[in-house]
């Protein structure tokens, strides 16, 4: 556990703590969503992971596209 | 008198004094400015002050359910205002700051649109001195552009008012139907400065190129109005679920590979305009809640976001993320508060973030918008990403960029601990706050399903980027230029236009020496003809050749318009 910290992080190793944290309270009580797809175990867990390397994802391949030296406008 | 002078004008006609007042003196000057402003809101809701002219009726100060609680927000940031800036000591900026403001609260409180458009304007026309503040080459043209823009949302402002007046007789502020010209033009102009997708470059552009104090202040207002203008005049428009869901939905990759970090929080301002206007496309008692509640927060979480990055531009002069890191130790409140600001837009549970978005996804929920739904659940993991993680990493943590510095100027710590504070409060109690919105509902924020699933939700989009950036998979920030919709104006057009006026100069050109060569031959014709030739008793030189063009443009006119 201590390598695992070492290795991770302090503030990284306190949020997945935090993650397996709010992981277990869903097991405790009963949560349900606005929607019948989040009614499904862990689903804001998994949309959120997902959703962020998604969004990195599709982020770093624009760059290709939009992404110009920074006196572009001023050529 | 003082109760029935419309909010906001006091500000407006107050500010003609700043720049003859010593700089402390000014200071408190102003506050009671903001504060004489505020006190007619006690009038409570009616129709208060109207002048007559010309036969027609402005209604200036009109107060309804949904004014007040824009009227308090915009009285707040006012106040924000002129305490962060207080360590500027030229008049400038506080004139126009201090008459922007003025003039988005008189907005807020007109009952007609030519009171609107009026104010609409003097929004535009103040403001642009923020972005020209900064004094750069950069500034001044996005300032001009900026302008342009803004007068052209005014322009489809006053054409809707005036064929309404001439169909209705009148141009109360009221739903206007999308199916109407007048109707149509109206909501283009509230979508300009709404920033809708492809009309928002403006934002983009010019925002990030003010000075520290004046992206603060235009952070507040300009949109905001907007916003305040389309939940009065097309709430339940069904376009605008769309129209926001997009919003919510692009900007997100940009801000993600922006490098400037006040413009990736415009992008961030844009996609948080987008939850707004998707909520007042439900129209729904609840969801026009949810938007104004998201307003009133966003307001503060995103000024004190900007006022954060300001502090560092001040500091350091860049807010560049690959000039930036490690400034954590150099300004500890600065780094705190933006922490705060990042926590709220996030919208993690007792921050203002959450009571306020709670109320947009449950009134999504409750209308079965299920793509909608996840397309603003999908947003809000990217505003974590962007707003709650890039902005406060890059800037004070990330790497030590060797900058050293210190912390912000007293009056800008001041003015963020308040905005800090304010998105506590809000988070905490959120009953007294739903006090205020327009409707009265009964809504519960913090129950286990809202509050767990939340959490997860952040938790792991934050341990997502955690992993991106601990293995090394997020790429480095680069000094460049993101290519937003202001490409189209800042570089197609030019490059479709110039061409064809260098082509239409030319053919014009040929053509003109031709009008000179048989304009030449009639003048010889008629001296001939006439004894004496006092028409003609000068050479026909530029104006003349531009007389002939104009003729014979008209004549083409009159040709077409004889043969359709």
């Not at chain 2, 903001?34 to 009726?57: C, K, Q, R």
């Not at chain 2, 990736?264 to 206007?277: D, H, K, P, R």
Request: proline share 3%; with cysteine; aromatic share 14%.
């Amino acid at each position: 556990m201590k390598s695992l910290i070492k290795k991770f992080g302090k503030i990284n190793s306190s949020v997945l703590a935090l993650c397996i944290l709010f992981l277990i309270l869903e097991l405790i009580g009963h949560r349900h969503g606005e929607t019948s797809i989040e009614d499904i175990m862990f689903f804001p867990a998994f949309f959120g992971f997902l959703s962020c390397i998604i969004i990195f994802k599709i982020g770093v391949s624009l760059r290709a596209f939009l992404m110009k030296k920074e006196d572009y406008y001023d050529r | 008198m003082i109760d029935s002078f419309p909010p906001g004008l006091i500000m407006v006609i107050g500010a003609l004094l700043i720049p003859f007042l010593p700089h402390i003196i000014r200071q408190i000057y102003m506050m009671i400015l903001v504060l004489l402003s505020a006190y007619p809101l006690t009038l409570g809701i009616g129709i208060h002050t109207t002048v007559n002219f010309f036969d027609f009726e402005f209604i200036l100060f009109q107060s309804d359910a949904l004014s007040l609680p824009f009227a308090i927000i915009f009285h707040i940031a006012a106040v924000l205002n002129v305490i962060y800036g207080a360590h500027v000591k030229h008049w400038k900026q506080h004139v126009a700051i201090m008459s922007y403001s003025g003039a988005a609260i008189a907005a807020v409180h007109a009952g007609d649109l030519l009171t609107l458009f009026v104010w609409w304007e003097a929004t535009a026309f103040t403001s642009v001195f923020l972005i020209l503040a900064s004094n750069t080459n950069r500034s001044f043209k996005s300032a001009f552009r900026y302008i342009i823009i803004q007068v052209t949302s005014g322009m489809f402002l006053l054409a809707g008012a005036l064929i309404l007046l001439n169909n209705e007789g009148n141009t109360l502020l009221a739903k206007f139907d999308i199916n109407t010209l007048y109707g149509q033009l109206i909501f283009i102009a509230f979508g300009i400065k709404a920033a809708f997708p492809l009309l928002n470059g403006w934002l983009q552009d010019s925002y990030p190129e003010a000075s520290e104090i004046g992206t603060v202040a235009l952070s507040t207002f300009t949109t905001k109005l907007a916003i305040y203008c389309f939940a009065k005049c097309f709430a339940g428009t069904e376009i605008l679920i769309a129209i926001g869901a997009i919003m919510t939905f692009y900007p997100i990759f940009f801000a993600v590979i922006e490098n400037d970090l006040r413009r990736v929080l415009t992008y961030s301002l844009n996609n948080q305009l987008g939850f707004m206007i998707v909520a007042i496309g439900i129209g729904t008692e609840l969801a026009i809640n949810g938007a104004v509640a998201h307003a009133f927060a966003h307001i503060l979480y995103k000024g004190l976001l900007f006022m954060g990055m300001g502090a560092v531009l001040y500091r350091v002069g860049t807010c560049k993320a690959s000039e930036l890191g490690g400034l954590f130790k150099y300004m500890p409140i600065t780094a705190i508060c933006t922490i705060i600001g990042a926590i709220s837009i996030s919208a993690f549970p007792l921050f203002s973030g959450f009571v306020a978005k709670s109320l947009i996804m449950s009134a999504l929920g409750k209308e079965g918008l299920v793509l909608v739904y996840f397309m603003l659940l999908f947003a809000s993991a990217g505003v974590l990403h962007h707003s709650g993680i890039k902005i406060p990493f890059f800037a004070f943590f990330a790497h030590d960029s060797g900058i050293k510095t210190k912390e912000a100027p007293v009056n800008m710590i001041i003015a963020m601990v308040m905005a800090s504070a304010l998105c506590i409060l809000i988070g905490i109690f959120p009953s007294i706050f739903y006090s205020i919105l327009p409707y009265q509902m009964v809504y519960e924020p913090y129950d286990f399903s809202h509050v767990v699933g939340q959490l997860q939700l952040l938790t792991f989009a934050a341990f997502a980027f955690i992993c991106l950036w601990h293995f090394k998979i997020y790429p480095p920030e680069l000094n460049s230029t993101v290519l937003n919709s202001d490409w189209i104006y800042r570089k197609m057009i030019p490059g479709v236009l110039f061409p064809l006026i260098s082509m239409i100069s030319k053919l014009n050109e040929t053509l003109g020496n031709n009008l000179i060569g048989v304009s030449i031959k009639i003048k010889t014709y008629l001296a001939t003809m006439m004894t004496t030739d006092r028409i003609f008793d000068r050479e026909v030189g530029k104006d003349g050749l531009i007389i002939i063009q104009i003729f014979t443009v008209f004549l083409i006119f009159i040709l077409i318009s004889q043969v359709f």
